[in-house]
């Protein structure tokens, strides 16, 4: 742990009138096969202090779990290809903007709730409102990762789901910390964040998506899928 934030990121926020420390914990390339236990051993757990929030990233959660799929693997039919075309793309991520990524979710959350999400998006986009098309796919549909060029390799080439069962990660990777401290699995981007699991109540779940709202862990090769939350 050096102490130090990310590049253009800021090592310390105010939040409610509270400042917090956002540490990054660097790790090597987390791996299909590794285990979650043997990299909170290595990175992680002689860096919580007691009070800290240690913070996981959705997408090594799902790595772990054998959750990532090479887009050469992925053989997305004539509807994800269909749909895909009519997703917003952003310049924070592809989200469901590929064929690929688009089968990935139609197999995830089932084509039903996917068809009735684009259509529903489909009419509120015509009366000015965004958003309603992940609102009704639901979480699974937004935690999809799509490659891009800043993608550590090799999953600048890869689809990588939501994690599965994160509330009970969160609660796990806490049993293996040895200090009374909080865990979360989470997924942040650039343009915003959710806590997919926690040893948090609902506040204090609202509070860290404040706490961690510019993304200081980034979204490129910074190789800093933890980090630790701790007041200052």
Excluded at 35 to 64: C, H
Excluded at 80 to 88: D, E, M, P
Aim: hydrophobic share 40%.
């Amino acid at each position: 742990m050096s102490g130090e934030a990310n590049e253009g990121k800021l090592l310390e926020v105010e939040v409610d009138g509270a400042r917090y420390q956002r540490i990054p914990l660097r790790t090597r390339v987390v791996m299909p096969g590794d285990e979650i236990d043997a990299i909170i051993a290595e990175y992680a757990k002689d860096a919580v202090r007691p009070g800290d929030l240690l913070f996981v990233t959705e997408k090594i959660v799902a790595i772990m779990q054998g959750r990532s799929y090479m887009m050469d693997e992925i053989r997305p039919r004539k509807l994800a290809t269909f749909l895909s075309k009519y997703v917003t793309k952003t310049a924070y991520g592809i989200g469901l903007g590929i064929p690929e990524t688009m089968e990935m979710a139609l197999r995830e959350v089932g084509t039903p709730r996917i068809l009735f999400a684009a259509g529903v998006s489909a009419v509120t986009k015509l009366l000015g409102r965004r958003g309603d098309f992940y609102r009704i796919a639901g979480d699974k549909a937004r935690a999809i990762d799509g490659p891009t060029p800043g993608t550590i390799p090799p999953y600048n080439r890869a689809v990588v789901l939501g994690p599965e069962r994160p509330r009970e990660v969160a609660a796990h990777v806490r049993s293996l910390l040895g200090v009374d401290a909080d865990v979360a699995v989470v997924d942040i981007n650039d343009i915003g964040g959710n806590i997919l699991g926690s040893t948090l109540d609902k506040a204090g779940e609202k509070r860290l998506v404040r706490i961690l709202r510019d993304n200081p862990l980034g979204q490129g090769h910074q190789s800093t899928p933890l980090g630790i939350i701790r007041e200052v």
